[in-house]
């Protein structure tokens, strides 16, 4: 097995005395896709901060390619190749797909004395950057990002992730908020990404989404890694039952059951 891109040992975080991550140890490759599933309140958004660079973990280590690593702030984290694609595509409505597509990175070009933004080159970088994933309906940088799809900011925001080094793509429920064909499409740009050598990390608590594109998977409860296992070990039925916490929803059934026994043996009596 090669190096993994990306690796958790033992990784714990708190914020005082409420432990939010306890002894995480994860590991993803290149060209890999990795599900982490969890309900609300897992501790997802907790660990992606942490591999992101906006919390430091309290103990434990994250290594790249074999070794350590610290991030200290986001900006580390991305300049070592880990691109992070939150809920909404981190795009700006009211900005052109050009210029949201390189804010922060604007290429320049000189205008007699002057530096200025260069809107040709950024709008055919762009495109032809979002249509490499299969977005063909966009062909003018200069149209708003307000006027596209959930789907379409989704993949503007990774085909940007990609553009800009992205080794390790961390999806942050990309398909909440989508309607089935613009989950499909987002599900078809995660495969290409996969397929382009990147090392992605799926975070959803849609099930029959990961299990669509998904090669290795993880499940979080309460900050604490319940599952980890491989494509094909686990039903889809099997996952769903974890993530809805498996005996404590058994017990809560049978609770159900005893007291629809109690109310009909009363109503006999």
Same mark, same amino acid.
């Given at each position: ?11 714990? &975080? ?12 994860? &590991? ?24 992101? $660079? ?73 495109? &032809? ?11 003018? *940088?200069?149209?708003?990002? $307000?006027?596209?799809? *959930? ?13 800009? %080094? ?28 996969? &397929? ?17 594109? *998904? ?30 916490? %498996? ?23």
């Amino acid at each position: 097995m090669t190096t993994p891109v990306l690796e958790l040992r033992g990784v714990n &975080k708190s914020f005082g005395p409420i432990d939010v991550l306890h002894n995480i140890s994860l &590991k993803v490759h290149a060209g890999e896709v990795l599900c982490l599933l969890g309900d609300n309140g897992a501790g997802k958004s907790t660990l992606i901060k942490t591999l992101a $660079g906006v919390y430091r973990p309290n103990t434990g280590e994250i290594h790249m390619d074999g070794s350590a690593v610290q991030f200290a702030s986001p900006r580390e984290a991305a300049d070592r190749g880990i691109q992070t694609v939150h809920q909404f595509g981190g795009t700006f409505p009211l900005m052109s797909i050009g210029r949201s597509f390189f804010v922060g990175a604007e290429p320049t070009r000189r205008w007699g004395p002057f530096t200025i933004y260069d809107r040709r080159r950024a709008n055919d970088i762009a495109v &032809k950057a979002v249509q490499e994933f299969g977005i063909t309906r966009i062909d003018d *940088g200069d149209r708003l990002v $307000g006027g596209l799809s *959930g789907g379409e900011r989704q993949s503007l925001a990774i085909a940007r992730a990609v553009h800009f %080094g992205a080794r390790v793509l961390i999806l942050d429920e990309p398909t909440a908020a989508l309607g089935v064909k613009e989950a499909a499409h987002v599900l078809r740009i995660i495969l290409e990404a996969r &397929k382009r050598g990147l090392a992605v990390i799926f975070i959803t608590h849609q099930v029959i989404h990961a299990l669509t594109v *998904g090669d290795h998977f993880a499940v979080l409860i309460r900050g604490e890694v319940a599952a980890d296992f491989r494509r094909g070990e686990r039903t889809r039925e099997e996952i769903t039952d974890l993530m809805a916490g %498996g005996e404590q929803m058994a017990e809560l059934e049978a609770e159900i059951e005893a007291h629809q026994r109690d109310i009909a043996s009363a109503a006999v009596a």
